[in-house]
C-alpha cells in the first residue's frame, strides 16, 4: 500500500537524546514506537475499511442502502477523493513543520477523521459529501507527520532506525487487512453506515490510545519552526479556505450553485496536469544547478511518470477491481460456514495478507544478491511489469458473471510482488537523486505521482459499464508493461544520468 513513511524522516524534529538510546521497551524499540505503531494501525484501519465500501456503497441501488451512483459519478468521486488524500499531505506536512507541530497535527487530524467517518455513519447525500472532505482534511494532516515522528524516536546514529520504520509498516498492514473484514461483515449484516462507523470507532480507539500514551514521545513532534510571516500566510489560507467552502455550502444548500461530481473532478484532474507540468517545467528551468544535478532530474522525471502509471493500476484496488469483485465474481464460491457470506470487501486485505507474508522474503532476497540487486530504475520495471501482468491475467475472463475468487487472489498477489519492488525504493530513490537544498520538495513530488496515479486509477472506474472490460484491463495491463520493458532498455542511460545512484 502507497504509505507515506520514510526511514529518512524527522529531521524537522529534535530526537529525546537522554531517552533515545536506553528506551528499549518495545521490542527492542522506544516505547513511544508503540504509540505511533497503534495510532497508525487504527487510522490505516479507518482508511481501507472505508475505502472498502466507498465506490460499492456509491454504486449499490437505493433499495439496496445506496446512493444509486451511476459508476461515472462513482468513480469521479472516488479518484477525486483519493487523490486529495495524498495531494493534502503537502500542505499537511508544511503546517505541522511550521504552524502546530507534528504531534499536535497528529491530534488535530485524527480527530477531523473520526468526525468524517462518524458524519458518513449517518444517511445522507449531504453528510456522505462532508464526510469524504473531512477524511481528505484529516488525513492530509495526519499521515505525513505520524511518520516523521517515528523518525524523531532515534539519533541519527541509531542503527534501530530502519527496524522502527519496518514494524511500524507492519501496523499499518495489519490495520488495513482487518478492517475490510469487519467494515465489510458489518455493512452486509447490518447496512453500509454501520461499516462507515466502524470506520470511526477505529479512528476513536487510535486516538485515544494516542493521548494516553503521548508521555511516551518524549519531545519528538512538539516544536514547529515556523516563523511569524509562516503563521500570517497560513492565516490568510485559512481564511481563504474557509470562505471557499462556506460559499460553496450555502450555494449548494439554497440551490444558487449546482455542481456535477463528475465536472469537479475533471476540472481537478486539469489543474493537477497543470500542477505537475509548471513543476517540471520550472526544475528544468530553474538557475544555479550543475550539470550533474541537471541531469539527474532527466531521472526523477522518468521515475515520476513511472510511480504515477504504477498507482494508477495498483489503486484500482478500491475501485475497478472493487466492481469486478462485486459484480463478476462468484463470492459464494468462498462463503463462511460460521462467519456468513463472502463478500467483495473481503479481497481487501489480500494486499495487507500478502505483505506481511512477503515483506521479509523480499528483505532477504535484496541481502541475497547482493551487488548484483536491482537499481531503482529495474525495480521500478519489475514493479511495472507485475502490476500489468496482475490485470493480463483477468483478461481471459473479463466477462464472466462467476468467476472463481482465485483469479482476483492471484492479481493481488501479482500487484503486491510488484508493490515490494517499486514502493519501498520511492521514497529511497528521491532523497538520493534531489539536491539537498531542493530534497524536501522533490520529496513532495512522490507523494504527487500517488495522487496523480490515484486519480486516473478512480477516474478509469467510470468507464466500467461503458467499456469492454477484456479492452479496459488489456489497455492498462498493456501501458504497464510496456512502460516496465522500456525501463529496462534504459537502464543503461539512467544510470548515467543518475551520476552513479543506484
Not at 459529501?129 to 511518520?147: A, E, F, M, Q, R
Not at 544555479?288 to 526523477?300: K, T
Not at 473481503?346 to 548484483?372: C, D, E, G, M, T
Request: charged fraction near 10%; aromatic fraction near 14%.
Amino acid at each position: 500500500m502507497p504509505e507515506i513513511a520514510s526511514a529518512g524522516g524527522g529531521n524537522a524534529t529534535s530526537v529525546d537524546k537522554s531517552n533515545a538510546q536506553w528506551d528499549r521497551s518495545f521490542f527492542g524499540h522506544p516505547r513511544g514506537l508503540s504509540t505511533l505503531f497503534f495510532t497508525e494501525m487504527w487510522e490505516r484501519f479507518s482508511y481501507y475499511g472505508m475505502r472498502a465500501l466507498l465506490i460499492l456503497f456509491m454504486t449499490a441501488t437505493v433499495a439496496k442502502g445506496g446512493l444509486g451512483f451511476p459508476t461515472s459519478k462513482a468513480g469521479a468521486i472516488y479518484g477525486l477523493y483519493t487523490a486529495l488524500v495524498y495531494l493534502l499531505s503537502l500542505p499537511g506536512g508544511w503546517i505541522a513543520d511550521r504552524i502546530a507541530g507534528q504531534r499536535r497535527a497528529v491530534l488535530i487530524g485524527g480527530i477531523i477523521i473520526a468526525c468524517g467517518h462518524f458524519s458518513m455513519a449517518i444517511s445522507g447525500l449531504t453528510t456522505f459529501y462532508l464526510g469524504l472532505g473531512l477524511i481528505v482534511l484529516g488525513t492530509g494532516l495526519l499521515k505525513p507527520n505520524i511518520s516523521t515522528m517515528v523518525g524523531a524516536l532515534y539519533t541519527p546514529e541509531d542503527a534501530r532506525r530502519d527496524g522502527g520504520f519496518s514494524i511500524f509498516y507492519m501496523g499499518i498492514n495489519i490495520g488495513a487487512m482487518i478492517s475490510p473484514l469487519v467494515c465489510g461483515y458489518l455493512s452486509h449484516r447490518f447496512d453500509w453506515h454501520w461499516g462507515f462507523g466502524a470506520a470511526g470507532v477505529g479512528m476513536t480507539l487510535g486516538l485515544i490510545q494516542y493521548v494516553a500514551g503521548g508521555k511516551f514521545l518524549g519531545q519528538a513532534g512538539l516544536k514547529p519552526s515556523g516563523s511569524v510571516a509562516d503563521f500570517k500566510l497560513f492565516k490568510r489560507g485559512l481564511a481563504i479556505g474557509v470562505s471557499i467552502i462556506a460559499i460553496g455550502t450555502i450555494g449548494t444548500i439554497t440551490g444558487a450553485i449546482t455542481l456535477a461530481a463528475e465536472s469537479v473532478s475533471t476540472v481537478f484532474g486539469v489543474l493537477l496536469l497543470g500542477i505537475v507540468i509548471a513543476f517540471f517545467v520550472w526544475l528544468f528551468s530553474a538557475p544555479g544547478y550543475s550539470g550533474a544535478e541537471r541531469n539527474r532530474f532527466w531521472v526523477i522525471l522518468a521515475l515520476f511518470i513511472a510511480s504515477a502509471l504504477f498507482w494508477s493500476a495498483f489503486e484500482q484496488a478500491g475501485s475497478t477491481l472493487n466492481l469486478f469483485a462485486d459484480r463478476n465474481t462468484n463470492l459464494h464460491a468462498w462463503d463462511f460456514p460460521l462467519w456468513g457470506p463472502f463478500v467483495a470487501e473481503y479481497f481487501q486485505s489480500l494486499n495487507s495478507v500478502f505483505i506481511i507474508a512477503l515483506a521479509p522474503v523480499f528483505a532477504w532476497i535484496w541481502i541475497a544478491l547482493k551487488h548484483r540487486e536491482p537499481s531503482s530504475t529495474g525495480k521500478f520495471s519489475i514493479g511495472l511489469i507485475f502490476v500489468g501482468l496482475g490485470f493480463a491475467i483477468l483478461i481471459p475472463v473479463a466477462t464472466g458473471t462467476a468467476v472463481s475468487p482465485w483469479w482476483l487472489t492471484l492479481t493481488y498477489l501479482l500487484h503486491t510482488i510488484g508493490e515490494l519492488c517499486l514502493s519501498p525504493v520511492g521514497l529511497s530513490a528521491m532523497t538520493k537523486l534531489a539536491p539537498a537544498r531542493i530534497g524536501g520538495l522533490l520529496m513532495g513530488v512522490w507523494f504527487l505521482s500517488m495522487s496523480v496515479g490515484d486519480y486516473i486509477g478512480g477516474r478509469l472506474a467510470s468507464v466500467y459499464e461503458t467499456f469492454p472490460l477484456p479492452a479496459l484491463f488489456g489497455i492498462v495491463a498493456g501501458f504497464c508493461i510496456v512502460v516496465g520493458l522500456i525501463l529496462i532498455l534504459l537502464l543503461k542511460p539512467m544510470k548515467r544520468l543518475a551520476g552513479g545512484v543506484n
